[in-house]
């Protein structure tokens, strides 16, 4: 796997964009990149995944930089229900391991 | 479709005791996979399979085994159950073999060895 590097934490205002950073600076050309998010001690939802191009479904925005070294989760209005820990990983294409290290805790504040 | 579903959702075992934590999906996913959290820490891979029959090691796999039979089923097997192993396990399944599908996760089974 590429390994990923998040922030422990962040805060974002609620009703504001949250943008949620990974670093993944070792990913190769056909690795993608996949969001997910815990919320409290339930399994880990799926967000949102991508190659190369940004991409946008109904719960976030994922902008990928150019280079694929970072990409950018973006929640264009946090609430209180965005509040989780958000996982970035890039799984190898060859060995099927899917490592998630420790994430992001995202902290919404009213 | 009850999606990924684990059994039981709480355990209490004492130090040398054998276990299985059981693991079904009903959506025909060739992936399976089982992780471990540990309060406050992020998920631990133990063992996937990518099909019946096949099975490999994740990043800690040391004190407990798998089989895969079946397409469905996806058994951890803790042979002498220790204080460690305390924490919180997840499996999940994903349908396409390649890397283009998510995963899918049950609601976890929470472990406690004394």
């Known amino acids: 796997d590429a390994k990923t590097t998040q922030p422990p934490s962040m805060d974002c205002a609620e009703g504001r964009a949250a943008n949620l950073p990974c670093n993944h600076s070792?990913?190769?050309?056909?690795?993608?990149v996949y969001w997910y998010r815990q919320i409290h001690s339930q399994g880990p939802q799926y967000i949102i995944h991508?190659?190369?191009n940004n991409e946008t479904n109904e719960m976030a925005s994922l902008i990928i930089t150019e280079d694929r070294k970072s990409s950018t989760l973006i929640l264009p209005h946090a609430t209180l229900r965005d509040i989780a820990v958000y996982y970035c990983?890039?799984?190898?294409?060859?060995?099927?391991?899917?490592?998630f290290g420790t994430g992001t805790r995202l902290k919404v504040l009213a | 479709n009850a999606g990924v579903t684990q059994t039981p959702k709480f355990q209490v075992l004492k130090t040398g005791q054998s276990m299985t934590l059981q693991c079904a999906q009903d959506?025909?996913?060739?992936?399976m996979s089982w992780y471990r959290q540990d309060p406050g820490m992020g998920l631990r891979l133990i063992h996937y399979?990518?099909?019946?029959?096949?099975?490999d090691q994740g990043e800690v796999p040391n004190g407990y085994n798998v089989s895969r039979s079946t397409t469905e089923d996806f058994p951890l097997r803790l042979l002498s159950a220790a204080p460690s192993q305390t924490s919180v396990y997840f499996c999940?399944?994903?349908?396409?073999?390649?890397?283009?599908?998510?995963?899918?996760f049950g609601e976890g089974s929470r472990l406690t060895v004394l």
């Open positions: 999940a399944s994903k349908g396409q073999f390649v890397h283009t599908g998510e995963l899918f």
């Open positions: 070792t990913i190769s050309g056909n690795e993608y």
């Open positions: 991508g190659l190369k």
């Open positions: 990983i890039a799984p190898s294409s060859g060995t099927y391991k899917y490592i």
């Open positions: 959506m025909n996913h060739e992936y």
């Open positions: 399979s990518v099909g019946a029959g096949i099975t």
